[in-house]
Every structure is written in structure tokens, then in C-alpha cells.
């Protein structure tokens, strides 16, 4: 009989990739998260997540080949960049130690690729911007589509305040006479927008933002996504897009993009234009920029019709195999190969004070793995 219990670490160090960290009372990191640290599936080939990974790459490569790529940096982060530096609130929930993984006080499993923004942009890896992509910790419910492990990936252009209009033309607009530009890329897809460019109530524009600048970087951010979203389902006939306003503590205005595929709306990314101080406290207050955030699980079970997050950590070959043939196929439909019918197990406890749900589910894990499909209360 497993105990319920605040999980904790019992050794005084926590190894990650090699580098020894000391723990404390806020130690949460499972072992069965531990475990998989090191299997990077976006760096698989032709794993699903690597496919989905280098497409979207190969998109924002041919709209502009200057983008850096980044993919290995160590997913053990400090506090500050996983939320001081990002803006996020002091009494924010994503802090609690029920949401987020703690290696010591100081440092934690990154919750989002962004918590490398300040160190990637402070060390101008590059002059146009980066797509950076890692595997990202949450604690979270146990179903078909959450797992504590899943995959990002962030894309950041920037632009020179005072070459704006140029920049972003060369890689999203087509030059036409008398200084004019129109999109680059024709789509034959419905792209359904009420949220405009900004909102003073709602979708606001930056103090520190003139509005044409802010609109500017706004229409950018909108048409290169729409583009990538073509490039990656523009094989779906009735593929639609819309926009939705949004709010981030690191974007403003900030919008989710959904695209309606396969007779489902889905719902992409988050995106906006980036907030000025981030850039200010990095060095580049000469610049200004968008940022958006996707995840690769979410659009790889979609395109590939995958109908459980677990297969992707699945190292039998009947799963890995059914991807080789991507660079000739780019339509392939995951062929489902277990036999095995779901057994039902259930369990009683007392709920002890300060109960979280996301305590029970790491206890569920270190025990069951990934024979637990879904944990309800």
C-alpha cells in the first residue's frame, strides 16, 4: 500500500544530464520524471515530435533563413527565468509546488521553453530571432492528453525599431509600387479574424509601443503563423483558422490561434507581440518583436491521428516504424496495434489537509508508469 503524500526526494542531490543539484523541503521531482530527462524526443528521428519539429523549422527557414535553432539546453532552470523574468505574479498558481516541479527552491524543471528567453536573447544568438524547442515539466492530471512531460516549441522574431517597415516586409510581405506591400503567401483557406490588431479594453497596445508599430509586428505575427498552420494541415481542403484574444503576462496584444481540421476546431498556440521590458532588461531595447508558443504533442496526435500522449514515449517499433516513411508520405495516419481492453482499479483514502489532486497523480505514476491511462476522482 502506497502512502499519499506531498512527494519528495529522498537523496540530497538530484542528478540531471550529468549535473549534481542539492534539494531541500521543496524537492518535489519524481523519479519517474527523472527517468525520462534524458530521452529528448524531439531530437529522435523520425519520431513524430521530430517531424512535426522540422517542418514547422523548414516553414520559418524559407521565410527568412536567419532564424537560430536551438534544441538542447538543459531543462533545469532557475525561479527567476521560469517566472520573475517573465512577468509572471508573485501569487501566480503555476508557482505552487502542487503545479510545478522543484529541484531546490531556487531552480525548477522549466514549465515552458520561454524560460530561456532572457538568456537566449541577452546572448544575441541571433540579429532576426530563434525557434527553440525542449521537452517542458508540469504536474498534471493523468488522461489521454496530459502527461508531466510534454514538448514546445518558441518562436521569437525581432525586429530593428528603426528599420520596422523593411524588415518586416522582407519575410512576410511582397514589395508592390508606391511602398505598399501585400502577403507573400497566397492561402486557399478561410482565416476568420475579429480581433483585429489590438483592443484599448481588452487587447491592449504597450505604453512603451507606438500603434503602427504595434499593429505592424502584430500583422506579421498573424500572417507568418497562418502560413505555417497552412503548411503544416493545407492539405485539409475545409481548413479554416480564426483568432481569438487572449492574455499572457509576457505578450500584449495576445492572441490563440484555433484551426478548424478535420471537422474539429483545435486549438494551436498562444502568440503576441512581445512585452518591451523583456527586451529592455536583455539588451535589445533598440528592438521590438513577437513570440509564440506551441505544442508539438498537440499537433502531432492531430496530423498523425495519434489518440494517446503515452504512445509518444512508446520505444516498441510497431509505433516508431509507422513514421519512416514521412519524407516521401507527409499524410500518415497512426495505426492503432494494441489488444489489450482496459482493466478498471479502484481505491480509497481519507484526504488528508492540503490535498491536491496533482499529488495523487505523481504517486500513480512512480507506481503504475504509464500502465495508468486515466486517474478520476
Given at each position: 500500500m502506497t502512502s499519499l503524500r506531498r512527494f519528495s526526494t529522498a537523496a540530497r542531490q538530484v542528478s540531471i544530464l550529468g549535473r549534481q543539484f542539492e534539494t531541500d523541503n521543496l524537492t518535489n521531482v519524481s523519479e519517474s520524471v527523472l527517468t525520462r530527462i534524458p530521452r529528448r524526443l524531439h531530437k529522435i528521428p523520425n519520431h513524430p515530435i521530430a517531424i512535426v519539429k522540422a517542418r514547422i523549422?523548414?516553414?520559418?527557414?524559407?521565410?527568412?533563413?536567419?532564424?537560430?535553432?536551438?534544441?538542447?539546453?538543459?531543462?533545469?532552470?532557475?525561479?527567476?527565468?521560469?517566472?520573475?523574468?517573465?512577468?509572471?505574479?508573485?501569487?501566480?498558481?503555476?508557482?505552487?509546488?502542487?503545479?510545478t516541479y522543484y529541484i531546490n527552491k531556487d531552480t525548477v524543471l522549466r514549465c515552458h521553453t520561454s524560460a530561456h528567453q532572457h538568456e537566449v536573447l541577452a546572448s544575441k544568438a541571433s540579429d532576426t530571432g530563434y525557434l527553440l524547442t525542449a521537452d517542458v515539466y508540469r504536474r498534471d492530471e493523468i488522461d489521454l492528453s496530459h502527461y508531466p512531460i510534454f514538448h514546445q516549441m518558441e518562436g521569437i522574431r525581432i525586429f530593428d525599431k528603426?528599420?520596422?517597415l523593411s524588415e518586416s516586409a522582407s519575410d512576410v510581405f511582397e514589395p508592390l509600387p508606391k511602398g505598399s506591400y501585400k502577403f507573400w503567401h497566397t492561402m486557399c483557406t478561410k482565416v476568420i479574424d475579429s480581433t483585429g490588431l489590438s483592443n484599448t479594453s481588452t487587447n491592449p497596445i504597450q505604453p512603451a509601443h507606438s500603434q503602427s508599430d504595434s499593429e505592424i509586428v502584430g500583422a506579421h505575427l498573424k500572417r507568418s503563423l497562418e502560413g505555417m498552420v497552412w503548411e503544416l494541415f493545407g492539405h485539409d481542403k475545409n481548413l479554416q483558422i480564426r483568432w481569438i484574444e487572449a492574455f499572457f503576462p509576457f505578450t500584449s496584444p495576445s492572441w490563440e490561434m484555433e484551426v478548424y481540421y478535420q471537422g474539429k476546431w483545435l486549438e494551436v498556440l498562444g502568440c503576441g507581440v512581445?512585452?518591451?521590458?523583456?527586451?529592455?532588461?536583455?539588451?535589445?531595447?533598440?528592438?521590438?518583436?513577437?513570440?509564440?508558443?506551441?505544442?508539438?504533442?498537440?499537433?502531432?496526435?492531430?496530423?498523425?491521428?495519434?489518440p494517446d500522449i503515452r504512445l509518444f514515449w512508446s520505444q516498441d517499433p510497431r509505433f516508431l516504424s509507422q513514421f519512416d516513411s514521412h519524407?516521401?508520405?507527409?499524410?500518415?495516419?497512426?495505426?492503432?496495434?494494441?489488444?489489450?481492453?482496459s482493466c478498471y482499479k479502484d481505491v480509497s483514502f481519507w484526504c488528508p489537509d492540503g490535498f491536491h489532486d496533482n499529488d495523487m497523480f505523481e504517486v500513480v505514476r512512480d507506481v503504475a508508469g504509464d500502465l495508468a491511462e486515466d486517474v478520476a476522482l
Amino acid at each position: 500500500m502506497t502512502s499519499l503524500r506531498r512527494f519528495s526526494t529522498a537523496a540530497r542531490q538530484v542528478s540531471i544530464l550529468g549535473r549534481q543539484f542539492e534539494t531541500d523541503n521543496l524537492t518535489n521531482v519524481s523519479e519517474s520524471v527523472l527517468t525520462r530527462i534524458p530521452r529528448r524526443l524531439h531530437k529522435i528521428p523520425n519520431h513524430p515530435i521530430a517531424i512535426v519539429k522540422a517542418r514547422i523549422e523548414a516553414y520559418f527557414h524559407k521565410t527568412n533563413s536567419r532564424y537560430a535553432v536551438l534544441d538542447s539546453m538543459s531543462p533545469a532552470v532557475s525561479v527567476a527565468d521560469n517566472f520573475d523574468r517573465l512577468l509572471i505574479a508573485p501569487d501566480h498558481s503555476s508557482r505552487s509546488p502542487s503545479d510545478t516541479y522543484y529541484i531546490n527552491k531556487d531552480t525548477v524543471l522549466r514549465c515552458h521553453t520561454s524560460a530561456h528567453q532572457h538568456e537566449v536573447l541577452a546572448s544575441k544568438a541571433s540579429d532576426t530571432g530563434y525557434l527553440l524547442t525542449a521537452d517542458v515539466y508540469r504536474r498534471d492530471e493523468i488522461d489521454l492528453s496530459h502527461y508531466p512531460i510534454f514538448h514546445q516549441m518558441e518562436g521569437i522574431r525581432i525586429f530593428d525599431k528603426k528599420s520596422l517597415l523593411s524588415e518586416s516586409a522582407s519575410d512576410v510581405f511582397e514589395p508592390l509600387p508606391k511602398g505598399s506591400y501585400k502577403f507573400w503567401h497566397t492561402m486557399c483557406t478561410k482565416v476568420i479574424d475579429s480581433t483585429g490588431l489590438s483592443n484599448t479594453s481588452t487587447n491592449p497596445i504597450q505604453p512603451a509601443h507606438s500603434q503602427s508599430d504595434s499593429e505592424i509586428v502584430g500583422a506579421h505575427l498573424k500572417r507568418s503563423l497562418e502560413g505555417m498552420v497552412w503548411e503544416l494541415f493545407g492539405h485539409d481542403k475545409n481548413l479554416q483558422i480564426r483568432w481569438i484574444e487572449a492574455f499572457f503576462p509576457f505578450t500584449s496584444p495576445s492572441w490563440e490561434m484555433e484551426v478548424y481540421y478535420q471537422g474539429k476546431w483545435l486549438e494551436v498556440l498562444g502568440c503576441g507581440v512581445m512585452q518591451q521590458k523583456i527586451l529592455d532588461d536583455t539588451g535589445n531595447s533598440d528592438k521590438i518583436g513577437w513570440a509564440f508558443g506551441l505544442g508539438l504533442e498537440r499537433i502531432a496526435m492531430v496530423m498523425f491521428g495519434i489518440p494517446d500522449i503515452r504512445l509518444f514515449w512508446s520505444q516498441d517499433p510497431r509505433f516508431l516504424s509507422q513514421f519512416d516513411s514521412h519524407e516521401t508520405k507527409p499524410v500518415i495516419t497512426f495505426q492503432p496495434y494494441s489488444k489489450y481492453p482496459s482493466c478498471y482499479k479502484d481505491v480509497s483514502f481519507w484526504c488528508p489537509d492540503g490535498f491536491h489532486d496533482n499529488d495523487m497523480f505523481e504517486v500513480v505514476r512512480d507506481v503504475a508508469g504509464d500502465l495508468a491511462e486515466d486517474v478520476a476522482l
